[in-house]
């Protein structure tokens, strides 16, 4: 039996197996560039394949950009957030030379739909929404590709290439419109739909992509799919063999890739829900020009976005514009969010999920602020004998990369990219905390960690002021607050007064002025309040120039046990209000909770004391519709029609009596209680 199902299993995975056997991988040569990089190929059921590009370290890579009708969202965002880090990673980490095309869809019926909406020209109205997803995609800091490419810039380029498809006799012309001949394509002993070839006839007629349930008459069979559509009136047209009219979707990524990358291209990419029936069609009507066997040599996409649990959609409301998000988090905060899970798996996004992220971005954060002090302070004039210490983290160091190495080869496996750095990370801020390693090292950990979320595209270099300017007022100002402070505890006034007037800052170049301005300021305040011998007005000052004045200006001093020095970070003030801002929404969020169960609890309680009122004689009788007579204690004994209860009954409503008696019991006995007391 055993052997049995194991054979049926191994037949299984053999037709699976054969089901992508068209699929050639390229072959190695001579020049060839192998880093033992392994993609998840669609073109091979996701199966993790060896990737070799064509040209030695050159990487041809196409990749579908977004239909501009409406607000980018946030299903954009994991598409080409996940595209930004493969990119990033294929350039910066494997040394790859890239060259990468995205395509604007402009011309679809979504897009004359909804120019006719809004009474614009359609060309008029694909820009404002063009240009919304490329201010989206600065936001979130996605570099943008080498080249783009616009559908309406490529009309004759797509005219050219049809006509070569119809020349090769695989598409006909049908009534103005033209139609990809796929039975013809099949017998010719082409495969399609190459990455879905588990399709039968039915699904196979989805693959038109659009509602063209109209044109089956001009089809000469009904999955066959259009390369060009005659156009209806009103609608944007365009010159060609076939009379006026539009390309179809799926064509245009097949010209536009091949117009710049050429044939056969290295890599191409898009969200999953393109395989098909766009990137199977695009990849049959390019093969189908060229006479190819293999187009595109890998195929890589990227998984389906969940709103909390649900799909994305207007009608569920859960449809969220990268602009909205943005309002609650900064785009790093965003992007980790994104990179701690697989780009090729199903996400699931919500609001408790991105806390994850949140804390993350935090340790990364104050990481590199600790690691920064900690160099700052730390004199390699001083002694620089390795301990047991510095082997520590030095071997971690190492392991870190051989574990980050292997999960970047395996498909771009970041989770465990971002565990070994969460690892890393911690091991370290141990050790600074002691002081117990040498700063050259930990200047290797914090280059290290840099590079590797540099892949990300997460970026915690504060530009702003990291000149030595600040470091030197800096330094001054914590240790005039922290003079302050000890004096102030002391009652000493007249040493505060001394303290703040002994030094006066001056506008410096290259610093921010605001800083000089709140600083002078606290100084006086703080004279006049030592000089009327007012200690809470001190302490105030303090405060408020660590809360409010510095931290407006992203400057945040941690104050230290009571002799300890103060430290100061330095952090963008927009990051860092935001920060504030996610902290204090955190606190509400988890009041509110307390609270709620507060009352719940309560609530429980009441009910509780309004049950243990009820004299166990009282509890049946007000319950006419269930039983008709009920003996002197008040138990049951006749149901509603008048029959006499069963053993069973009577026994469960006996227990219920019981227990009724003995909760009224113990409230008349706390009653008792309460009187005593209130006698005493
Ligand atoms: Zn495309």
Not at 60 to 78: K, M, Q
Not at 339 to 362: F, R, T
Request: glycine residues 4%; contains cysteine; aromatic residues 10%.
């Amino acid at each position: 039996m055993i052997k049995f199902a194991t054979r049926t299993i191994n037949q299984f995975m053999q037709q699976q197996k054969d089901l992508f056997a068209h699929y050639k991988q390229p072959s190695i040569k001579e020049d060839s560039y192998i880093t033992g990089l392994k993609l998840a190929n669609s073109l091979k059921g996701s199966e993790l394949v060896p990737f070799i590009p064509i040209n030695g370290r050159q990487v041809n890579f196409y990749y579908c950009g977004p239909t501009v009708y409406s607000n980018s969202h946030l299903g954009h965002a994991r598409t080409y957030l996940g595209i930004d880090v493969i990119r990033r990673t294929l350039r910066d980490y494997f040394n790859y030379d890239l060259l990468s095309v995205m395509n604007i869809t402009d011309i679809d019926d979504k897009i004359i739909n909804g120019a006719k909406q809004a009474k614009q020209e359609f060309l008029e109205f694909t820009k404002v929404w063009e240009k919304d997803f490329f201010s989206a995609m600065e936001a979130l800091n996605i570099e943008l590709p080498d080249v783009i490419t616009r559908v309406s810039d490529y009309v004759p380029e797509i005219v050219t290439f049809i006509e070569k498809i119809i020349a090769n006799g695989y598409a006909y012309d049908s009534n103005g419109s033209v139609y990809f001949d796929v039975q013809k394509y099949l017998a010719d002993g082409h495969t399609y739909p190459k990455m879905r070839p588990e399709m039968n006839a039915d699904l196979l007629q989805e693959g038109e992509g659009e509602s063209q349930a109209n044109k089956q008459s001009e089809k000469r069979s009904p999955n066959d799919f259009a390369l060009w559509k005659a156009s209806k009136p009103e609608e944007p047209k365009w010159p060609s063999p076939w009379g006026e009219g539009r390309p179809g979707w799926h064509i245009e990524c097949s010209v536009m890739a091949s117009a710049i990358l050429g044939n056969p291209i290295d890599l191409h990419a898009g969200g999953i829900d393109l395989i098909f029936p766009h990137h199977d069609n695009s990849l049959a009507q390019a093969e189908a020009c060229f006479n190819c066997d293999q187009w595109i040599n890998y195929f890589i996409h990227l998984g389906h976005l969940n709103i909390a649990d649900r799909k994305m959609s207007k009608s569920l409301k859960n449809f969220l514009t990268i602009d909205e998000v943005l309002k609650r988090y900064t785009a790093r905060q965003i992007r980790l969010n994104f990179a701690i899970h697989q780009y090729d798996a199903v996400m699931n996004y919500s609001e408790e999920q991105v806390e994850q992220a949140i804390s993350k971005d935090k340790a990364y954060q104050e990481f590199f602020q600790n690691t920064k002090i900690y160099l700052r302070e730390s004199q390699v004039t001083g002694p620089q004998k390795w301990t047991q210490n510095d082997f520590l983290i030095s071997n971690s160091l190492r392991s870190t990369k051989q574990v980050i190495h292997a999960a970047l080869l395996k498909n771009f496996d970041f989770p465990t990219v971002i565990d070994a750095i969460d690892k890393l990370i911690n091991q370290v801020n141990v050790q600074i905390a002691n002081k117990t390693v040498r700063a050259p090292l930990i200047q290797s950990v914090v280059q290290y960690v840099h590079f590797i979320l540099g892949l990300i595209g997460l970026n915690y270099q504060t530009q702003n002021n990291s000149s030595s300017d600040i470091k030197f007022i800096m330094a001054e100002v914590c240790s005039i607050r922290d003079q302050v402070k000890l004096a102030a505890r002391k009652g000493e006034f007249e040493a505060i007064s001394n303290i703040v007037t002994q030094k006066q800052f001056q506008y410096e170049k290259n610093l921010s002025n605001g800083i000089v301005d709140c600083i002078n300021q606290f100084q006086q305040q703080v004279l006049a309040a030592s000089q009327e011998k007012n200690k809470q007005q001190l302490f105030q000052l303090c405060d408020k120039l660590r809360d409010e004045q510095l931290f407006e200006l992203g400057i945040k001093i941690e104050d230290k046990d009571k002799e300890q020095a103060s430290i100061w970070k330095q952090y963008d003030p927009k990051e860092l209000k935001l920060e504030r801002e996610q902290q204090q929404k955190l606190i509400q969020q988890k009041e509110l909770i307390k609270k709620k169960e507060e009352e719940k609890k309560k609530q429980e309680e009441l009910e509780k004391l309004e049950k243990a009122k009820i004299h166990p004689k009282d509890m049946f009788l007000s319950q006419l519709d269930k039983y008709s007579e009920f003996d002197e204690k008040g138990i049951p004994v006749k149901d509603k029609e008048g029959n006499e209860l069963s053993k069973k009954q009577k026994k469960v409503v006996q227990e219920l009596w019981e227990k009724q008696n003995k909760i009224h019991n113990q409230y008349l006995e706390s009653l008792k209680k309460q009187q005593q007391q209130q006698q005493q």
